[in-house]
């Protein structure tokens, strides 16, 4: 060991720090903000183990034994406040940003052939009939878009990435079959809300399904959204980098109140809202 010290030269190594007081006071902040043994909670477990919470008085601690808790529950409402007013704002400039877009969607549909105009100009009686050349190409396009993506035998359809073994094959066959079953039978609005949402494709150029778990049904259900009800930023390129994704959801007053009971939104009071025959009252007393 004495050899190897001789051989080894002597360095020695200096670190400069500019502002030393400024160091040692983040150096501090960063101490008191580590948990002290005091605020440390153990909880034993029947395992002989034992949990540890560094943080027994976060707001989200109680009642946190499901992944899938309601985090409005949760949080108090200054903090759920600013969010929901910072959504709101967010939704009306995204509706904003692509007027647009929607102005020519609905001028579009007038186009479809369906309605007629009783027309003054360019003189009274003039013929308010519009071709439907449209309404028969989207009604084309939605017959084959249909046939290939929904055949008979159901739309899924089953690839072995790696090594093809028999077992490997059944297991394939058993996922295709179960997937089908799934789709065709119990979902039942899968096909009737999939044939709807290839008629609105070519119109507006964009539409999306939306998978999710419905507490009321107690199963999975799928559901046609059209693309003048999903918000997102005009200036999105995709939806894997937007930074926002709405939802605008038409619910009637009783199918929201079953939701706030099973827990899926807030039980909160909400405000009354004004119906055309309330709106029809109060023009006719103006």
Known sequence: MAEIDKAL???????KIENPEEA?????????????????????TEDGGAEINFEPGAVNQPNTENHFDNLAELLPDDITNPIGSDLYKNYQDYRMSRQDWERTYVEGLDLLGFKYNDRTEPFKGASGVTHPVLAEAVTQFQSQAY???????????????????PEREQQSQRVQEFMNYELM???REY????????????????????????????RAVSKFIPADDLIVPYSATSL???EAIMHVIKISGNDLRKQQVSGFYRDIELPELITMKQMLKEKNMN
């Open 9 to 15: 030269p002597n360095v020695e190594q200096t670190i």
């Open 24 to 44: 040692i006071q983040t150096a501090q902040e960063e101490l008191q903000n580590i948990p002290q043994p005091g605020e440390v909670e153990v909880i034993p």
């Open 147 to 165: 046939k290939e993506l929904l055949p008979a035998d159901g739309p899924v359809r089953t690839r072995i990435i790696g090594a093809v073994s």
């Open 185 to 187: 039978f119990k979902m």
């Open 191 to 218: 096909e009737p809300e999939f044939d709807q949402m290839l008629f609105y494709l070519p119109l507006s150029g964009s539409a999306f399904k939306k998978v999710y778990y419905d507490d009321l049904l107690g």
């Open 240 to 242: 894997e980098d937007t």
